[in-house]
């Protein structure tokens, strides 16, 4: 089955479109990629969207234009995956849709909004659209989130040691999978660490000024302003006393807390401090707070995905917070985790959670669940989302006998492109 995965995160800056090849060889999904395409927002409806997104405060008439207009975006994207991709033979999509709330109270989350209507897909593709992933889960006593964890475990079992599964996003999380070895014991967990990139780009945009070309700075692209800054350690201190880092997981967050006026907050009792400083110094935190999630559990391994990935101080800072590279000793005398791309494993960095929602699509569309209870908090693994039929019948595949248990990565297609 060949699956188009849609998926815009919190950073919301483009729509990723990976294509991928699915089929079943005994308890094995093995998946070929077939490439990524990535298209970015309009101006006008990203900046309707930024307007919307916590803090602002928003009616439903923007919350219907948004619905809208996400939706069209999400079908050009779909369409043209389908025949850059696909060859025009695509024969599901599965679409994330973009979050625009995450009601999380007292580590239980209440509720959660993606937008983005999949009628929109299914008209201009002629394809069935499985969106609406993450409410089944909330139903079901679960965090909602983070869903690619049922993917992060089959593709990590029978890894040596403790594999974890990291992906630096507007937010951060992590699969972790203990005792990755057949026959060792230990439940999977996954988790928000925080932010990774939501409080670094909300501080670019809002401190750092033009660049030397004059365009306004949207990122921080390559780690260059971190590598000029100097960490302030009283701030530092300061964001980490945030009571989210000590609650137990599983554990959810997004920028209903991590935006522009929780920053502010926290830079009021700092006193004036250069933008390149503040950057630096919440590269440090996103470093730390990963690695301090990720300690407990003895990880032998992280890899690595999502567009934090492209900021080589913030993943050289995460190196030094756990402990070194490959097999040198930490201060407390163990030995080093080491930390890779998830390319390294057949899956491109910028792509990864877009082929996991291709991936959740084909469960749902096989009547398989798409969660893994330890991961998420629910009572129960459920079957994801919601499917649309994309013409005049909905034909689904006959569920398999068993549910497949591992995920491998086959070599790309010789025609898979990243763009």
């Not at 239980?108 to 993606?114: A, E, I, K, M, W």
């Not at 964890?149 to 040596?160: F, H, N, Q, T, Y």
């Not at 440090?284 to 492209?310: D, K, N, W, Y």
């Not at 959740?360 to 009572?379: F, I, K, M, N, Y």
Request: hydrophobic share 40%; proline share 7%; aromatic share 4%.
């Amino acid at each position: 089955m060949r699956v188009v995965g849609l998926m815009s995160g919190t950073s919301y800056d483009a729509i990723d479109a990976a294509a991928a090849d699915l089929s079943l060889d005994g308890g094995t999904l093995v998946l070929t990629p077939l490439g990524m395409i990535s298209t970015a927002y309009d101006d006008d409806l990203r900046a309707e969207l930024a307007r919307t997104l916590p803090p602002g405060r928003t009616d439903l008439a923007a919350v219907c234009r948004l619905d809208t207009g996400i939706g069209r975006a999400f079908a050009a994207a779909a369409v043209r995956a389908d025949e850059e991709l696909c060859g025009g033979r695509a024969d599901l999509v599965a679409s994330h849709g973009q979050t625009v709330y995450h009601w999380a109270e007292d580590g239980r989350v209440n509720g959660t909004l993606q937008i983005g209507e999949a009628a929109w897909i299914a008209e201009a593709t002629g394809r069935p659209v499985v969106s609406g992933f993450r409410t089944r889960d909330v139903a079901a006593g679960g965090q909602g989130a983070p869903l690619v964890s049922i993917v992060d475990v089959m593709w990590l079992r029978g890894r040596p040691g403790v594999p974890v599964a990291l992906n630096l996003g507007g937010i951060g999380n992590v699969t972790v999978v203990p005792g990755g070895a057949e026959g060792t014991a230990g439940e999977p967990l996954a988790f928000d660490t925080g932010p990774a990139n939501a409080l670094i780009d909300a501080a670019v945009r809002a401190l750092a000024g033009r660049d030397a070309s004059g365009e306004a700075y949207a990122m921080d692209a390559g780690g260059a302003l971190a590598a000029r800054g100097v960490v302030h350690p009283p701030l530092l201190r300061r964001l980490l006393d945030d009571p989210y880092y000590a609650r137990p997981a599983p554990k959810t967050t997004g920028k209903e807390l991590f935006h522009l006026p929780y920053l502010r907050s926290a830079l009021a009792s700092s006193g004036p401090l250069p933008a390149e400083d503040v950057v630096a110094t919440l590269t440090r935190l996103t470093a730390r707070t990963v690695a301090e999630a990720i300690r407990p559990f003895g990880a032998t391994e992280v890899i690595a995905s999502g567009g934090g990935t492209r900021n080589p101080v913030l993943m050289d800072w995460l190196r030094e917070e756990l402990d070194g590279s490959c097999g040198s000793a930490g201060s407390a005398g163990s030995v080093g985790c080491v930390v890779r791309s998830s390319d390294e494993l057949g899956l491109p960095a910028g792509a990864k959670e877009a082929y996991a929602f291709a991936v959740l699509g084909w469960l749902t569309a096989h009547g398989l669940p798409g969660t893994v209870p330890s991961c998420t908090g629910a009572r129960h693994a459920s079957v994801l989302g919601s499917i649309t039929p994309g013409g005049p019948g909905l034909r689904l595949p006959r569920p398999p006998a068993t549910a497949p248990v591992r995920l491998t990565v086959a070599e790309p297609a010789a025609r898979c492109r990243t763009r």
